[in-house]
């Protein structure tokens, strides 16, 4: 086995989705350099082989490539700027608007950074792991030639383009599907609920028709308990999907279009947080909306 | 072969659905008697062995069960009326409301319906032709178990239960969602336009996550030449849409609940029927919607 084949990596962030692509690297056989800000969350790749670094500043200086998995790009500027990337080839895998993936690529590049590329994950860290996912990278074709086999690790790889936000852009532009998406599962269970219909029938005809209800709701389930972006003290599921719904509402008002649907799923959101619903799963939300109108009508 | 294994089944309307029903009972052995208003629909059914009827009448005296593929509940009863249901076992497969279902299943027994079933087919025709759809069937459990061999013909079966408009519920319920959904599929698409991002990726992503974005057009795209519901001259594409909707709503409204991101994929509905984008592809009138707001705000 070449060195070079396998390059040393640093992931930056233990979170679901750092510890995804950490297993997944380590059963590819490269050698992991991992930290994290709590460092109890890295003892299992620990027990897996990957070497847990002191410092984000030891995790750069032992690899040549940096996985960046951090919560936003504030958070990452914070760590690079402390960390050091001089030389390196900067992946970054965090979500925040087309304007972050800009202004974040010129920061590594005046920090001295040799090679970047903004990768952008479409599906759960459970299929990151097991190598099913799907990415998006945008950047140089040449640096995206040249990490493809490393992506390969976590599955299909999709080059968007070399304007650095594109991978963001087309991200946003499926993500405004499965906003809504989501929104209308969570409908189709209100209705059912209505109108006399067992919600888990809602489920058992999604399943069949190849919807994957339960990993809808286990993903924002899982991301309840994890910190959140700037702004919120905590993440919940209502607030992920509110500061999702957010950032492509953003984007695309300022390209000057309008998505009508996703604006009466971000209004709806909204709505739940006013009732004190914010960091609960998204299904009790609903639930609790429900009850909230109800008790308008009949108070 | 014993003669009641494989009983003597009429369908009556050959349209879209109901060829693909014909085409799977006579491939699972079924004599099946057709009748269309317009008999040129079933030449190609003739040459796969199925008997064509002169008369509705013709086809329901001849068969033992009774198959009404038929567009909604007032045609099912013009034709019903004019064939008489005496004896017969009386499937009912068109679309209405729970209203409508509950009516017509009494206007069958107060005809002599000797046996009467709803039965809801959640997936395309093609998905019915190839055995591999899902039904969802309420009425009488001994009446299902008796019907059950001939629903496998088309696919898996769920009994709903036995409150008669039970079928449509569960489909309404299920409905809502695949409604947004489709809404999100051309949300993200218009998004992707905006963002800069090829429509096609979205196409791409959305594949490779599981969804068939390509059925979703094509269903609605197959549905603009048919005749259509009550009230409208022809049924297009938006025009399904806006009556699948109503339906819903207009179901949930009377169990006390609202459905907000239907109701903003309705308004939606109505503004591309003002655009002149009625029978029209959806994604046409969304192309046409984009348009016009446009119009609105440089002129």
């Known amino acids: 086995m070449l060195e070079n084949e396998f390059p040393s990596v640093a992931v ?9 692509l950490t297993a997944a690297l380590l059963r590819s056989g490269y050698r992991v350099n991992i930290w994290n800000r709590t460092p109890e969350k890295c003892a299992s790749l620990a027990a897996q082989g990957a070497n847990v670094s002191p410092s984000a500043e ?7 490539i940096i996985i960046l998995a951090i919560s936003d790009y504030a958070n990452s500027k914070t760590v690079a700027a402390s960390a050091g990337l001089l030389g390196k080839t900067v992946v970054q895998i965090s979500t925040g608007s087309m304007m972050d993936a800009v202004e974040f ?6 920090g ?25 990278a945008s950047g140089t074709p040449e640096v995206y030639i040249k990490l493809k086999p490393l992506l390969e690790t976590f599955g299909k790889s999709r080059f968007v383009g070399e304007i650095i936000s594109s991978a963001t852009s087309a991200m946003f532009a499926w993500s405004a599907h499965f906003q809504i998406s989501v929104a209308g599962v969570l409908e189709s269970i209100r209705a059912a609920k209505a109108l006399g219909v067992e919600p888990a029938l809602v489920q058992e005809i999604a399943s069949f028709v190849g919807i994957d209800v339960d990993g809808i709701f286990s993903r924002w389930q899982n991301a309840a308990d994890r910190i959140g972006p700037p702004g919120l003290a905590k993440s919940g599921t209502v607030f992920d999907y509110i500061v999702a719904a957010d950032l492509i509402i953003g984007s695309t008002d300022l390209a000057g279009i309008t998505l009508p649907v996703l604006n009466a799923v971000r209004t709806e959101l909204y709505k739940w ?9 998204v299904e009790d939300a609903f639930e609790a909306a429900r009850r909230h109108s109800e008790n ?3 108070g």
């Open 12 to 20: 930056i962030g233990i979170g679901l989705m750092g510890s995804a």
């Open 58 to 64: 030891a995790a750069v200086a032992a690899s040549g």
């Open 105 to 110: 690529h010129s920061f590594c590049t005046a």
């Open 112 to 136: 001295g950074a040799a090679e970047y590329m903004e990768v952008k994950i479409m599906t759960y860290p459970a299929l990151v792991e097991s190598g099913t996912s799907l990415l998006l």
């Open 273 to 281: 947080v006013d009732y004190g619903f914010g960091h609960a799963d």
């Open 296 to 298: 308008l009508t009949t």
